[in-house]
């Protein structure tokens, strides 16, 4: 498992499950709307910080992994920026 790779958490099912119901539970809420999508694009946001500073730290690489995960990191920093914008406004329009 890639958890088991990147991380070495143990039971890594556990950690498998967990990234399962923040991916599928935060989109879901997005995508439903309402009160709780700044949860969904909150916890989607958090998530994916960490999973990129985990899975692409470009700064202990070399060559042309070096160039592969500094454009991943940093396509991923732009994709918690969209998701921190959904976050602010889905809560500031139930305000």
Do not use: C, Y
Not at 46 to 59: G, N
């Amino acid at each position: 498992m890639e958890i088991r790779h990147f991380i070495g958490f143990e039971p890594a099912w556990l950690l498998a499950l967990l990234v399962i119901f923040v991916q599928f539970g935060g989109a879901v809420l997005v995508i439903w709307g309402g009160r709780w999508a700044w949860l969904g694009a909150g916890a989607l946001g958090v998530f994916t910080a960490l999973a990129t500073l985990l899975a692409h730290s470009w700064w202990t690489k070399t060559g042309i992994d070096r160039f592969h995960d500094f454009n991943t990191f940093w396509e991923h920093v732009g994709l918690i920026g969209g998701l921190m914008l959904a976050a602010v406004l889905s809560a500031r329009d139930r305000q």
